[in-house]
C-alpha cells in the first residue's frame, strides 16, 4: 500500500511538472492518433454516405461487413500489417515496419469500420428526410453526398471521437507493428505496458494518468456534442 501511494505522488509530480520523457510519449501518441483519425474519416464518412444514398446489389453485404468489421481483433490487424510490410512482404521495400507510419496504418484499420458504421446510420436517417427533396432537385451523386456530409456533421463528429477513443487506447495492434522503440514508435499504451513490466510504477501511473484524461476529453466532447443536437444547437 505504502508503494502504490509513493508511486502515485511520483506520477502526480511528473505530470504537473511536465516530464520531459513524459511529454514526449503523450505528444508521440496523439500525433499517431490524430493522423490515422483524420485518415480514417477521409475514407469511412465519404463510404457511407454514398452507402447511404446509392443503391446496389451487394449494399446489405457491405454494410453487414462493416458492422461485422467493428469487431475485429486489433493484434490480428497488427498481425496483417506486420506481415506486409515485413522485408518479405508485399510492401516491405517501403520500410515503413517499425516506424509511426506503420503503427497509423494499422489504427486507421481498425477505426475505418467503426467510424463508417456508426455514420452511415445517422446518414441513413438523415437520407430519408432529404431523399424526395434532392431527387427533386436532380441533383448529382457527388452533391447528394456532400449535402448529407455537411448537415448530419455534428452525428459525424460523434462518430469520429468514437473513433479517436477507440484508437488512443489500442495497445496491441500497435506494440507488434510499432515496436515500442524508444524515442521512435513509443506511446501512450505501450509505454504504461513496459514500465508496468519493468516495475517504475510512478511513470506508469503517470502515463496512465494522461491516457485517462484524454479518455475523459474525449467522453465529454461526446457528451456535449449530443447535448447540442438535443438542444438544436450547434
Not at 16 to 38: G, Y
Not at 142 to 153: E, G, I, S
Not at 213 to 232: C, D, F, P, Q
Request: hydrophobic residues 60%; glycine residues 8%; proline residues 3%.
Amino acid at each position: 500500500m505504502v508503494d502504490l501511494w509513493s508511486g502515485l505522488a511520483q506520477a502526480f509530480w511528473l505530470v504537473v511538472t511536465f516530464d520531459k520523457e513524459l511529454l514526449e510519449i503523450a505528444l508521440r501518441s496523439l500525433q499517431v492518433t490524430l493522423s490515422a483519425l483524420l485518415i480514417a474519416c477521409v475514407i469511412a464518412l465519404p463510404l457511407a454516405a454514398l452507402l447511404a444514398v446509392r443503391r446496389f446489389r451487394a449494399r446489405r453485404m457491405v454494410v453487414a461487413v462493416l458492422n461485422a468489421l467493428m469487431g475485429l481483433p486489433p493484434v490480428v490487424v497488427g498481425l496483417i500489417v506486420y506481415v506486409i510490410l515485413s522485408r518479405s512482404g508485399p510492401l516491405g521495400a517501403l520500410g515503413l515496419l517499425f516506424t509511426p507510419w506503420a503503427m497509423i496504418i494499422a489504427q486507421v484499420i481498425i477505426i475505418v469500420p467503426l467510424i463508417a458504421s456508426i455514420a452511415h446510420q445517422s446518414l441513413r436517417d438523415l437520407w430519408h428526410e432529404y431523399h424526395d427533396l434532392l431527387i427533386s432537385m436532380n441533383v448529382t451523386q457527388r452533391q447528394k453526398v456532400a449535402t448529407l456530409l455537411w448537415d448530419a456533421r455534428r452525428a459525424l463528429l460523434t462518430a469520429a471521437l468514437a473513433g479517436f477513443g477507440r484508437a488512443i487506447g489500442e495497445v496491441g495492434a500497435i506494440m507488434i507493428v510499432g515496436g515500442n522503440i524508444d524515442h521512435a514508435t513509443r506511446v501512450l499504451t505501450t509505454a504504461i505496458a513496459l514500465e508496468t513490466g519493468k516495475g517504475e510504477f510512478a511513470l506508469a501511473l503517470a502515463l496512465g494518468f494522461v491516457l485517462i484524461a484524454l479518455a475523459i476529453s474525449v467522453n465529454l466532447a461526446i457528451h456535449w456534442v449530443g447535448r447540442t443536437e438535443r438542444e438544436g444547437r450547434w
